[in-house]
């Protein structure tokens, strides 16, 4: 049996103050397009099909099509709820779903069994395990109020009762939501709790013969080659940058054996940093990739530049963030060698402002309007007293 593995989709995903819609319209057309070139039997979505709870109508649109367009192909479609989205939410309908070759789990229940789908081999089972938090599970499977239960013993609760419902020697998938013990996150993730509680074994899948993960953005296997977690649909932090995106396919052989293969997608824009001096970034030649990606430029001009970000983004106009580490570093330099307040006079320091903001001298003409300007304040100071 060979299907697809992805994960992370976040539809309605808000990054750089914009709604990133139709960039997973684009991409997600190269995903239904692979899908429909790999020849696969099922799409499996491990988690945060959504970015929030309640995601926008364009989202929700976004996903019905991509949906429609995969079951109209023949592929089935496997999904669970990860910790951005709303299980209630997404379970609407699974059973209508279920009879559209549309599989999935939202809510976690102690009674449900796996999906199982038939290749030229027989069934494969697919145990679909929701994201639930450790109170989410004592109450699905009524664990006693005094065992301990933390994320690791709830997952373990959730495979134990999903591998009772699986035959012995029969081949069998687990797709889940959750931070595997040793896997490297993004500042994109969002934390399933505080503390390092969320970390779960990777010992707990490998009864299976592939496990499919999400929650984790970057492509990435976990304890083992047949657990791997796809990585998110895009990029939706500059720390993700230099990660490749796509889609896992995963190929399952009749005596259980897996096989993967990553297969990239290209984005609408990429999301990068460019490093350089104002001086460089303006060259043509200086960055050679598209204009238009999402970028972060760290400017590395140690000097003041007034109005940087307006003149950066006359070169990239989809500049989301701006860095200066050398003006940062130059200016605490600065602040360090700089004699305090009371150490010099109001005209000195007024003068010392004056040309670190404009990088001109102060001259003599102006020294002598400020003098007398600074006389008058002192004079009506005075007065008041």
Known sequence: MRFLHTADWHLGKLF???YMTEDQRYVLEELVALAVDEDVQAVVIAGDVYDR????????????EVLAHLVGKGIAVLYIAGNHDSAARLDFGRELLAASGVYLRGCVRGEDAPVVLEDAAGPVYFSLLPFATPVEVRAAFQVPREEPLD?????????QAARAQIP????????????????????SER??????????RPAHFLPYSYTALGHLHG????????????GSLLKYSFDEAAQKKGALVVELAADGAVETRFEALAPRHDVRIVRGTLEELRQADFDPLPHDDYVRVDLLDRATILNAYDKLTAIYPNLFALTRPNWQAAQAEELRLR???GEVS????????????????FSPDQQKYLEAVLEEMAREEREEV
């Open 346 to 361: 109001e005209l000195a320091l007024f003068r010392d402002f004056y040309e670190e903001m404009t990088r001109e001298t």
């Open 339 to 341: 004699p305090q307040a």
């Open 168 to 187: 012995d020697g029969c081949r069998s998938v687990a797709v889940a939501h959750a931070f595997l013990a040793g896997g490297r996150s993004a500042s």
């Open 16 to 18: 750089g103050q914009r």
């Open 191 to 200: 934390p399933l709790s505080v503390g390092g509680t969320d970390q779960v």
């Open 219 to 230: 492509p990435q296997r976990a304890g083992a080659e047949k657990i791997r977690y796809a």
């Open 151 to 159: 994320f690791d013993a709830a997952m373990a609760r959730q495979v």
């Open 53 to 64: 709870a309640v995601p926008p109508a364009e989202a929700v649109a976004l996903f019905d």
